[in-house]
């Protein structure tokens, strides 16, 4: 297993406060947002 993707992962609890905001927001997530901590970082910030 490569670690090193594994980190760059978004968390479960990011995930799923993801999915909360998107249904809140009606926002659809990119799907590299769930492959990358960081944009889903920047998806959050953007859409909050």
Do not use: H, Y
């Not at 993707?5 to 995930?15: C, G, I, L, N, Y």
């Not at 406060?17 to 889903?40: H, N, Q, T, W």
């Amino acid at each position: 297993m490569n670690l090193g993707a594994q980190d760059s992962r978004p968390t479960s609890k990011q995930v799923a406060f993801v999915e909360r905001l998107a249904r809140i927001k009606r926002r659809a997530v990119p799907d590299e947002c769930f492959r990358d901590k960081g944009l889903m970082w920047k998806w959050i910030d953007g859409n909050k």
